[in-house]
């Protein structure tokens, strides 16, 4: 797989994800986590669900195709937001549009009958504002260090650089990425970051068993934020403890992506345990240090 290569959904179109998401039922002692592209992913636990961060439209594609920055999609959407009826609880955790995007969470909003949005205090006044009246949203603000319980979830904001730590006047975080807690279970949903300074030590407390690293690097010459690149993910993953790697932010755009296998074989020198999922897949995690299922290493 290269960088630029057209990449193959494990589900396209929906209904069948849709379906397979409904049926995911499982007990306290294991998760399930699907990729559905770009930085978000669907994880369900004991009959709960957490939606990370999804774009599921084509507003960016639709945004810029007359301009010299044009969105071009390397992989089919795996599932229309209309679908997703069964999630009532979404994080943002920033304010590009490939994590807040109102053509995403409108008919999300509307299928569920309401959603309850988890995102930076700094952030809330815009959000409502793309959001606009229409949509059912309660939103629950999270600060840097803070914490945040929203039923069986409990998240811990951590700060992330995208480029670089960004505030606002009264001094919060415009970017962060979440610690998530449930059951036996902890995970980190990155957000877009780079390395900085106390992000390791935030990140080895909380010993999270799995953890969602973008890797698709920080070239100033395609004008946009960067991130983490493979290599530097798997050694962010290794640093914190993670039991185990799943990358994500490449296979979207054609100007802004990554080939997972640096990734991977970085992984595989650190000895990191890592999974690669095609859009829409997904892997079960259990309590047990072996027990993974699904995805790919290679």
């Known amino acids: 797989m290269?960088?630029?290569?057209?990449?193959?959904?494990?589900?396209?179109?929906?209904?069948?994800?849709?379906?397979?998401?409904?049926?995911?039922?499982?007990?306290?002692?294991?998760?399930?986590?699907?990729?559905?592209?770009?930085?978000?992913?669907?994880?369900?636990?004991?009959?709960?669900?957490?939606?990370?961060?999804?774009?599921?439209s084509d507003s960016l594609t639709e945004k810029y195709a007359a301009t010299d920055k044009p969105h071009v999609r390397l992989s089919e959407r795996v599932i229309d937001p209309s679908l997703l009826g069964m999630v009532r609880l979404v994080t943002s955790s920033h304010l590009h549009t490939?994590?807040?995007?109102?053509?995403t969470l409108w008919p999300l909003a509307a299928a569920a009958g309401g959603l309850q949005l988890v995102l930076p205090g700094a952030n809330e006044a815009a959000a409502r504002e793309r959001m606009g009246d229409g949509a059912a949203i309660e939103y629950l603000t999270v600060e840097e260090g803070g914490t945040r319980e929203v039923g069986v979830f409990r998240f811990t904001a951590v700060a992330a650089a995208?480029?670089?730590?960004?505030?606002?006047?009264?001094?919060?975080?415009?970017?962060l990425s979440f610690v998530v807690r449930f059951g036996p279970f902890c995970v980190w949903h990155s957000g877009d970051t780079l390395w900085h300074d106390g992000l390791v030590a935030e990140l080895r407390a909380a010993r999270?068993?799995?953890?969602?690293?973008?890797?698709?690097?920080?070239?100033?010459a395609r004008r946009v934020a960067g991130n983490l690149n493979g290599t530097e993910a798997a050694a962010l993953a290794?640093?914190?403890?993670?039991?185990?790697?799943?990358?994500?932010?490449?296979?979207?755009?054609?100007?802004?992506?990554?080939?997972?296998?640096?990734?991977?074989?970085?992984?595989?020198?650190?000895?990191?345990?890592?999974?690669?999922?095609?859009?829409?897949?997904?892997?079960?995690?259990?309590?047990?240090?072996?027990?993974?299922?699904?995805?790919?290493?290679?």
Not at 26 to 35: E, I, T
Not at 167 to 173: I, K, N, P, V, Y
Not at 265 to 281: H, K, N, T
Request: charged share 20%.
């Open 208 to 220: 999270p068993d799995l953890v969602m690293v973008p890797i698709n690097g920080n070239d100033p």
């Open 2 to 56: 290269n960088g630029g290569e057209v990449l193959e959904p494990a589900w396209c179109g929906g209904l069948a994800l849709q379906q397979e998401i409904l049926a995911s039922g499982g007990g306290a002692d294991r998760f399930r986590l699907w990729w559905l592209g770009q930085s978000g992913f669907l994880l369900s636990w004991n009959g709960h669900f957490l939606l990370f961060d999804p774009y599921l």
């Open 162 to 175: 995208h480029n670089e730590i960004e505030r606002d006047g009264l001094g919060r975080c415009r970017f």
């Open 98 to 103: 490939d994590h807040l995007d109102a053509a």
């Open 238 to 298: 290794k640093a914190c403890g993670a039991r185990l790697a799943v990358p994500h932010h490449f296979g979207m755009f054609a100007f802004n992506t990554a080939d997972p296998r640096e990734f991977v074989e970085a992984c595989g020198r650190l000895q990191q345990p890592c999974r690669v999922l095609r859009g829409g897949e997904s892997l079960t995690l259990g309590q047990s240090s072996s027990d993974v299922v699904g995805g790919a290493v290679d």
